[in-house]
């Protein structure tokens, strides 16, 4: 069993930036993939950006603005969040795919984007 502790979310002004952290209890091998989701009230919970061992991917909507990063050797998982928009109002969840298809997620984390 993995849990997945994400941190790092709030409250900025538009244009403003966090990052956000998600941890893992244990061990992440680096054949893991790993991503961010996020779900804004009424919506379907969607891609933000994923990690794999070789690659990146981003949503559109936030190219060019988001970051994933992972750091292997503390289990966890960074989205760095640049530009932000109203839009980007949602709460944010990190999800782990082991290399034999089991999934985690954390319990999500707020972040809310307003002047």
């Known amino acids: 069993q993995v849990q997945l502790v994400e941190s790092g979310g709030g409250l900025v002004q538009p244009g403003g930036s966090l990052r956000l952290s998600c941890a893992a209890s244990?061990?992440?091998?680096?054949?893991?993939?790993m991503a961010w989701y996020r779900q804004a009230p009424g919506t379907q919970r969607e891609l933000v950006a994923s990690i794999s061992r070789s690659s990146t991917n981003y949503a559109d909507s936030v190219k060019g603005r988001f970051t994933i990063s992972r750091d292997n050797a503390k289990n966890t998982v960074y989205l760095q969040m640049s530009s932000l928009k109203p839009e980007d109002t949602a709460v944010y969840y990190c999800?782990?795919?082991?290399?034999?298809?089991?999934?985690?997620w954390g319990q999500g984390t707020q972040v809310t984007v307003s002047s």
């Open positions: 244990r061990n992440i091998f680096t054949n893991d993939d």
């Open positions: 999800k782990v795919t082991r290399t034999w298809g089991q999934t985690y």
